[in-house]
């Protein structure tokens, strides 16, 4: 019997960890990622879950309740696996108690990331086993796998994901058994000379940590998501991931060796099919993962100009690759109509609370270090108001440093609200403690926007829709040490511009606090509408200037040289700020 | 049945994502293997967005190659064009006749398409237009406009109406059902004439 349901590989992972008896879940939101604990909890009745402030504390949660004797999860996109790798790198070497699963996607071509890194290095820099699915059946089966590998082995496992695996919906067999699975939890007992690695404590882990790799070698040459799959034997191609998915349509009569489990490598498995093919093919995703290992095995592999290790793979890659090798396929027909076109990027939505800001920012002529977030869209035209971007919570550092190395002018740091609780405290802890004088100006939108309206410490809930404290900023900033705090409504464009003209020219560090709530994330979308008078509007430009959506361009003035403005009534949600920049008072409320 | 690519494109915040939603649950309770294929993210803030949908009786990858779709599902008139390399020659075209100005072109920085018309009816003179907006408007609810268009889709499918409908009740909740099954009702409605 079968029960058979449509799931992305991310709700996989949640529908796995309800049936393999998971009892803690902790993780911060990340495109592709997110889906993940939002699904988990859905099975909140039997599975703890929660947003963690950030990817280290998710994966120090789930460490603790592994050590406390149960199933846990964590789950990031591949730079939050970064910020987690701290207590990742020392727990491989104590070992996991309770079963630990690691969940890390992978962005291949950066569909919604800042870097392409190809996390499986990380997984093998840590020694511990990985798991790469290549639907969201396999992500259901390997996650449940993962569980007892990490027990078995005391180990935490990981499986990765992709953007490609993530966000892609195949039927899933859940068994007709389905359903919420009690696990004996295994309980914890102390034991000092596991769970504090102290150099005398930490040697004897790392000779075991060594044993344990070939272990797990010998499991992947025998686990049944390693196989090898018949066919034409002058071509044999090992390949994992969701590209066995390419290679299958492209490579269709050829001998695979499809590895679900490739970290340590199952060694012994592809000399075999090494052995047994004419041409050993080796086909992955990003980096040259495999490939470098089956060559260090002394395997030859087929060489061929290609390009295959960045960005993201897709049939017609394979096609090239298949042409170039075998020279039997054409490159299909591909007809473009695309020339010309003008571009749609993603834009600050209509009515957002941080447009005001950055408007400003610009006026002032302020050099503005950025962050990850909706607002990161502030350093395209027209606001044009960002200078940098690394990583979450770095904005801060980086116009410190700025600061420090003599920067001339107005210079802040601009960070949302959730992307503050997750690395700016830290941040602008250095700078109070260091003398700095970095304006540090938080987008307070009570919300994580860009992945998708996530509670965070600031929203006042939790994941699971329950009451929560929510962290007042200021107090926090004041409890460092700051003496300028400022709070500041984020429509008002007269206010922004004084508090932020005084703060960024003010010789102490300070903080400011521009909120409003998201206004998709608390659906005030359609508060009111603003119109246009065509007999006031003057063509001047000056709304234009803030990269409304809403705000579009109407009938030519000046020769056509410019523009007078007209407001989408459906886009509108009346924020108001429009209003502000008109001197004409052409623009005022319809309803 | 027969096998069958299809690739939604559109604008975010269009609805691109349900309707494929709906289209993929439909195949699979037509008993296919199906793949359904999004990408989004950054894209949700009105930039372009494109969903895919593979149903066969095995799918292998996910992704549709370059000129390999039989049927290209656009819900604005733009982005049909900017999405025309994933049609495979002789393959079918679903328009919805609407215009959406990216912000690029609303806020002036780049220019607009001033020959839109004869751009789409050279590319696609057998396309099948529907007036999705205006019909969902027609019917009181804009937002169903996404719904008219799975209602014209499905009847360039081989599933039968009731399995459509199926996979809409199963995927839209209860007090818009209603609204959402007049929409596809007549999308369909819309385009068999």
Known sequence: MSKKVLLSANEAVAWAACKAGCSVASAYPGTPSTEILENVAKFKETIYCEWAVNEKVGMEVAIGASIAGVRALTAMKHV???????????????????????????????????????????????????????????????????????????????????????????????????????????????????????????????????????????????????????????????????????????????????????????????????????????????????????????????????????????????????????????????????????????????????????????????????????????????????????????????????????????????????????????????????????????????????????????????????????????????????????????????????????????????VVIAGAPCRIAAKLWNLATYGVDAEKCKACGACFKLGCPAITRGEAAAGGKRFKCVIDPVQCSGCNLCIQTCKFGAISKIR | MSAMNVSLVGVGGQGILLTSDILARTAARAGLDVKKSEIHGMAQRGGSVISQVRFAERVYSPIIQDGASDLLVSFERIEALRWRHLLRAGGKVLLNNLNLAPVTVSSGQQPGVDDLDARLAAEYPGACVVEGLRIATDLGNARAMNLVIAGALSTLTPFEVSVWEEAIRERIPGKMLETNLRAFAAGRDAVRG
């Open chain 1, 80 to 510: 939050g696996l970064n910020v987690a790798m701290d207590p990742l790198m020392t727990y491989t070497y104590v070992g996991a108690n309770g079963g630990l699963v690691v969940v890390t996607a992978d962005d291949p071509g950066m569909h919604s990331s800042q870097n392409e890194q190809d996390s499986r290095n990380l997984v093998r820099f840590a020694r511990a086993p990985l798991f790469e699915p290549a639907d969201s059946q396999e992500t259901f089966d390997m996650i449940q796998e993962a569980f007892e590998v990490s027990e078995t082995y005391r180990v935490p496992a990981f499986v990765r994901l992709t953007t490609r695996t993530s966000h892609t919906s195949t039927v899933v067999d859940v068994g007709d058994d389905f359903g919420p699975r009690q696990v004996e939890g295994k309980g914890y007992v102390k034991d000092i000379r596991r769970y504090i690695p102290v150099p005398m404590f930490a040697r004897p882990h790392r000779l075991q940590a060594q044993e344990r790799t070939e272990q797990l070698r010998a499991y992947g040459c025998g686990t049944r998501f390693n196989r090898e799959e018949p066919g034409d034997r002058r071509l044999g191609i090992v390949t994992s991931g969701v590209t066995y998915q390419y290679v299958k349509e492209v490579f269709p009569e050829f001998a695979v060796l499809k590895l679900g489990f490739t970290n340590p490598l199952p060694a012994e498995l592809i000399k075999r099919f090494a052995a047994s093919v004419e041409r050993l093919l080796v086909i992955e995703e990003l980096d040259p993962f495999l490939e470098e290992q089956i060559r260090a095995l002394g395997l030859k592999v087929v060489e061929h100009k290609t390009e295959l290790n960045m960005l993201e793979m897709n049939p017609l890659r394979l096609t090239a690759l298949r042409q170039e090798l075998l020279g039997d396929v054409a490159l299909p027909e591909v007809r473009r109509a695309d020339a010309g076109l003008p571009t749609r990027p993603p834009v600050l939505c209509a009515g957002c609370s941080h447009r005001g800001v950055f408007y400003t920012l610009a006026k002032l002529g302020a050099t503005v270090t950025g962050d990850i977030g909706c607002y990161t869209l502030g350093a395209f035209p027209p606001l044009s108001a960002m200078d940098t971007t690394i990583c979450m919570g770095a904005c801060i550092g980086n116009a410190y440093g700025m600061e420090k190395a003599g920067h001339k002018g107005r210079l802040c740091a601009v960070i949302g609200d959730s992307t503050f609780f997750h690395s700016g405290l830290t941040g602008i802890l250095n700078v109070i403690y260091n003398g700095g004088r970095t304006t540090t100006v938080v987008l307070d939108n009570r919300i994580t926007g860009m992945t998708g309206h996530q509670e965070n410490p600031g929203s006042g809930k939790t994941l699971c829709g329950d009451p929560a404290p929510a962290t007042d900023i200021a107090e926090v900033a004041r409890a460092m040490g700051f003496k300028r705090v400022v709070t500041v409504p984020a429509y008002d464009l007269a206010a922004l511009e004084q508090v932020l003209a005084e703060e960024l020219d003010a010789p102490e560090p300070s």
